[in-house]
């Protein structure tokens, strides 16, 4: 495929005026894996919010498309419905709602919007289970309050469970390293590479190369005052391992 699956450009936001992206540029392709390091404050989880249509933020110039359509007025819902999909750093818990009737409801409100044919309980758990096995999750989880008392790992691995589910073209996993030891981290990032496809890709926002080294990017972009001010190959995070962000963005200043 040479067509973008998502072309942002010259892309400025603003959150109580104040603002946050100042000119970003990016395209990624279906079946590309790229990372968005910077340090804290660059950005990037900002970047991850304007792009799934956060309400509290404010574009006030550039475009973002997905699929050759604009999608800067599509409320959140459509753009999920569309396939953009984000893997929030802290998912939330929802108390008295388990977790297979949550993902049904989130798998039947996209099946309407398609006009396909909504799943009843039993025909969706036949589904899920189909999903849950090839994440090599536990099949109990489905049937517990949705997140409630899910270690940092499992919480991860549900958020995987519904991009698959709603069978996203982009998953945009927003620090979804954060607090996992190395054997959560592994079995992350083998439940992720499990199901990536040509059609499918992946924006991983993370500050560290670890996870990297598991889910090998096409580009690594790396952020610093609303700007993407540096692009690599998967290299570059072993630089940035070594030597740190400041040597790449003293050496973007010296360039300019």
Do not use: C, W
């Amino acid at each position: 495929m040479n067509h973008n699956l998502i072309n942002i450009h010259n892309l400025h936001a603003t959150i109580n005026n104040v603002p946050i992206l100042q000119g970003i540029n990016l395209t990624i392709k279906p079946g590309e894996i790229h990372a968005i390091m910077g340090k804290n404050g660059s950005g990037k989880s900002t970047l991850a919010k304007v792009i799934a249509g956060h309400p509290s933020y404010n574009i006030t110039h550039g475009d973002i498309q997905f699929n050759g359509q604009s999608i800067l007025n599509m409320n959140p819902e459509d753009r999920a419905i569309k396939g953009i999909f984000l893997a929030f750093q802290y998912p939330i818990e929802i108390p008295g709602v388990s977790n297979a009737d949550f993902l049904r409801i989130a798998y039947n409100a996209k099946q309407k919007a398609y006009r396909q044919k909504e799943l009843d309980p039993l025909s969706f758990f036949e589904l899920i289970n189909e999903y849950v096995k090839k994440i090599d999750m536990n099949p109990q989880f489905l049937s517990r309050n949705v997140n409630e008392g899910f270690s940092g790992g499992e919480k991860k691995k549900n958020e995987i469970l519904q991009m698959i589910l709603l069978d996203s073209k982009l998953g945009i996993l927003d620090e979804i390293d954060s607090g996992l030891d190395i054997d959560a981290l592994k079995n992350i990032s083998t439940s992720i590479n499990s199901i990536l496809t040509n059609e499918k890709s992946v924006m991983i926002i993370t500050h560290y190369q670890r996870i990297l080294d598991y889910i090998i990017p096409n580009y690594i972009h790396i952020m610093e005052d609303g700007k993407i001010i540096y692009t690599g190959n998967a290299e570059t995070a072993k630089q940035l391992e070594k030597y740190g962000y400041e040597s790449i963005i003293d050496k973007q200043i010296s360039n300019n």
